[in-house]
T-cell receptor
Framework: SAVISQKPSRDICQRGTSLTIQCQVD?????MFWYRQQPGQSLTLIAT?????????ESGFVIDKFPISRPNLTFSTLTVSNMSPEDSSIYLCSVATGGGTGELFFGEGSRLTVL | RKEVEQDPGPFNVPEGATVAFNCTYSNSASQSFFWYRQDCRKEPKLLMSVYSSGNEDGRFTAQLNRASQYISLLIRDSKLSDSATYLC????????FGSGTRLSIRP
């Protein structure tokens, strides 16, 4: 298993600003993932954050809007840039066991509200 | 078409009932399958992985049908504490989740 700490746990932001979410894992992991969960919806994968290489983004998500850093095997950040109310969501960091096809462990999420 | 589809529910059943959820996936390259449980305002947590031969964990049984590309979850003798949203996921290189099925157990 893995223990994942995310911060901030919640924030209220103004339109047009940017917010960086941090994810810290208690052990070294190869692959980290960032998901978004909009109100009443399921989890949507934003990108895979790989240490030593650029993040891989899913369809509908771009690096300019959601830049990701992965400086080492225990830490990653996701920035939500130039926010709009449509970005209001829960953002979840997760890590995989078993080379990416294993189970995922999730952080508690960062609840973002954009006014 | 979504890569993973499941009935959103809600399912509202009495305590002690048996309830079944199905989930279909479209990526034939998927190799791993999971059921996650998500409580209100909490992060998802793994309930069980789904193996080709089917697997059981107490009151919970998961099955995989590769030919029809669906997975199922059966909950027997449901408890009030089983009330949650159940997410199915399939993975080729990354886990894609269904929309979740909301289950509510009433006394």
């Amino acid at each position: 298993s893995a223990v994942i700490s995310q911060k901030p746990s919640r924030d209220i932001c103004q339109r047009g600003t940017s917010l960086t979410i941090q994810c810290q894992v208690d052990s070294q992991v190869t692959m980290m993932f960032w998901y978004r969960q909009q109100p009443g919806q399921s989890l949507t994968l934003i990108a895979t954050a790989n240490q030593g290489s650029e993040a891989t983004y899913e369809s509908g998500f771009v690096i300019d809007k959601f830049p990701i850093s992965r400086p080492n095997l225990t830490f990653s950040t996701l920035t939500v840039s130039n926010m709009s109310p449509e970005d209001s969501s829960i953002y979840l960091c997760s890590v995989a066991t078993g080379g990416g096809t294993g189970e995922l462990f999730f952080g508690e999420g960062s609840r973002l509200t954009v006014l | 078409r979504k890569e993973v589809e499941q009935d959103p529910g809600p399912f509202n059943v009495p305590e002690g009932a048996t309830v079944a959820f199905n989930c279909t996936y479209s990526n034939s390259a998927s190799q791993s399958f999971f059921w996650y449980r998500q409580d209100c305002r909490k992060e998802p947590k793994l309930l069980m992985s789904v193996y080709s031969s089917g697997n059981e964990d107490g009151r919970f049984t998961a099955q995989l049908n590769r030919a029809s590309q669906y997975i199922s979850l059966l909950i027997r003798d449901s408890k009030l504490s089983d009330s949650a949203t159940y997410l199915c996921g399939s993975s080729a290189s990354k886990i894609i989740f269904g929309s979740g099925t909301r289950l509510s157990i009433r006394p």
